[in-house]
């Protein structure tokens, strides 16, 4: 596959994941497709399905703007550099975010997303105990580093 028609492969799953739809984001993977996620690794569409159905209930709104370098593609490789935004349970929350994106043919064989729950975490936390809870985590992470 070109690696045009690679772009607008990735673009079109990103999409169809911004939408909530789970049967269309799978008609972009192979049946053995892996997806690893900072939540579990997922292997086959079954487990996919119950992933991103999973996903759906979690978060009502979904959306992605290109950063950085945006989408990169070399042979049947991509990595797309984006931000993330979303809304769960009411609370608006963003995370710069990278998808790695191997195919095998048209589809996507593998798909890794990284990005940082505890900025997530950071954003959605309301009232003052989960707020203590993250920030001594943060904290704890970075002592040293300022």
């Not at 709104?61 to 979303?86: C, H, P």
Request: a positive charge; proline letters at 2%.
């Amino acid at each position: 596959m070109s690696e045009e028609k690679i772009e607008t492969t990735i673009r079109s799953f990103v999409e169809a994941f911004a939408k909530r739809d789970v049967e269309k984001t799978l008609s972009f993977l192979s049946e053995d497709a892996t997806w690893v996620a900072p939540e579990a690794r997922f292997v086959g569409k079954d487990e996919i399905r119950r992933f991103l159905t999973w996903n759906a209930t979690r978060v009502q709104e979904l959306s992605f703007t290109d950063a950085g370098f945006g989408i990169m593609v070399q042979g049947n490789k991509a990595v797309y550099e984006y931000m993330l935004r979303g809304t769960s349970g009411g609370l608006r929350w963003e995370v710069p975010a990278v998808c790695v994106y191997e195919f095998s043919g048209d589809r996507i064989q593998h798909h890794r997303v990284y990005y940082d729950r505890l900025v997530v975490a950071k954003q959605a936390a309301k009232g003052w105990i989960p707020k203590r809870v993250v920030n001594a985590v943060v904290k704890g992470w970075e002592k040293g580093l300022r």
